[in-house]
DNA sequence: GCAAAAGTGTTGTCCTTACACCCATGC
DNA sequence: GCATGGGTGTAAGGACAACACTTTTGC
């Protein structure tokens, strides 16, 4: 059993550092950048925005979309201007995912990434810039990317996976109406697996989190869908909470 | 709907970087720590382990493991290199949990870290240095930490509670031999809330991953609880995956 | 024998799964 | 009318929540 120890006087009055200024400035530093892993959905796949790396030593390779963070810079403002510099787009969410800061992963030198996902409808935000040729890339048919990027990537995805389970991220990838066809295929190309359509409908049904806009598809060779819209409200009024023991 | 831009000559044989080196030099660089929140169990409470600050600004006051990152060395390396250093302690797990980066984080000046949690066994790993008054303080007693640690250990809260309900963290939190009342209480001191016990012991008999070690508690001024033993070979040959749309 | 906690079983409800048939539309 | 996918209902099984009594030990 541990024993607290006293807090004697000598550990108690031992000098304190009172240039802290001094002290930082004697750690050793590292160049800090953020990884944006963009992800969209179209023709019932998932996809991820990558940029031509601009280095020769990846000459040809694509690469996630990122920038070092400027001095006096928020992690998540970074992040933010990345993607707005890059795309041209705003209003999306990003959320930080995790670092990664092997010092070998930068042909340059060690560079730290704090990486950050982004889901986005590729229908409702358009593409303004296309530097670097910025586009879409079917996730499925990425083999290798620049830097650690596969890797960052997949890892992103697994993060996606659990996440979009427990929380309704998946509509962001979607038309702001759409076919419950459209939200299970959206469900099924992010899991990997095959759901049972009537159980998939009975589910958010019974969630009471889709509102029924009285519209139909349009354009389909066979019976038209009724379309959707997700109730954010309503979800943000009555976020579950997670009891359940299970693994 | 967007179309493929095309490779076009002009952007494809754009000028590459070839001085890679040259690049990262350029870019802005921060000090890089990483700090531990690490977590112990003992009289039916959740404990972290705290040092006194050294720095005058947060004179008194008491803060997370950390220690800045060393030229070319790994993230993970780092933090079970501030363990160690800090708490004499190896063979720990630790996980990374997220990055921190406000630049008004430290009063020194921008310092970017990257938090590992830990759970461990209090009375299996011996504290085997004091400095700064290392000792376990209650979770729930301690209200002001130096910096943003207080965020950062409230952060790390939430991420064990979800975290310990899908794996089977707790039991590094746990002696060898445990009986199912200590399970419990380590589960309500976690979660924050008091679970019934009877559906409790169903659940984990269930799951099948106890081992009973045909032994009994000592010195309890009451019927003695079975001990047992977690089966972590079974369980790792065994993991659940997780499709379960819920939220 | 009294206090304190261990140990145990049943029941109802809800959620999940598996599965089959009719319906609306385009061609 | 035929092909395609939309839309619905039911039954069985499993998990979970609620709940009360007996048992073992120390004192």
Redesign the interface.
């Known amino acids: ?2 024993k ?2 006293p ?1 004697s006087e000598e ?2 009055s ?1 000098r ?10 004697s ?7 953020v990884d944006c892993v963009i992800f969209g959905f ?1 023709e019932n796949e998932l996809k991820v925005l990558l940029i ?1 790396s ?4 990846y ?1 040809g390779l694509w690469s996630l979309l990122g920038d ?8 998540d403002a970074a992040a933010y201007r990345v993607l707005k510099e890059r795309t041209g787009m705003a209003d999306v969410y990003l959320e ?1 995912v ?6 070998k992963r ?7 990434t ?1 990486v950050y996902c982004s889901l986005l409808n ?2 409702h935000h ?2 303004k810039i ?1 530097d ?5 890339h079917s996730y499925a048919s990425i083999k290798e990317l620049a830097f650690d990027h596969a890797s960052i990537m997949h890892f992103c995805h697994e993060w996606l996976q ?1 996440r ?5 991220l998946g509509f962001s990838l979607l038309p702001d109406k759409f076919s419950l066809r459209e939200l299970q295929n959206l ?1 099924e190309a992010i ?1 990997g ?1 095959s759901l049972d359509r009537r159980n998939f409908r009975k ?1 958010f049904a019974s ?1 009471g989190l889709l509102i029924d806009v009285n519209e139909l598809e349009q354009d389909v060779p066979h019976r038209p869908g009724k379309l959707y819209r997700f109730n954010f409200e309503k ?1 943000e009024k009555s ?2 909470k ?6």
């Open positions: 059993m541990m607290r120890p807090v550990s108690s031992k304190l550092i009172t240039d802290a200024g001094g002290l930082v400035a750690y050793p530093k590292v160049p800090l950048t179209e031509r601009d280095l020769e030593a000459k070092n963070v400027k001095n006096n810079e928020e992690l930080q995790r670092s990664f800061g092997s010092p930068h042909p340059g030198g060690r560079v730290i704090v590729i229908q358009e593409l296309h670097n040729e910025l586009h879409w659990k979009i389970q427990e929380h309704p469900y899991l697996v589910k969630m979800y976020k579950r997670w009891i359940g023991i299970d693994f």
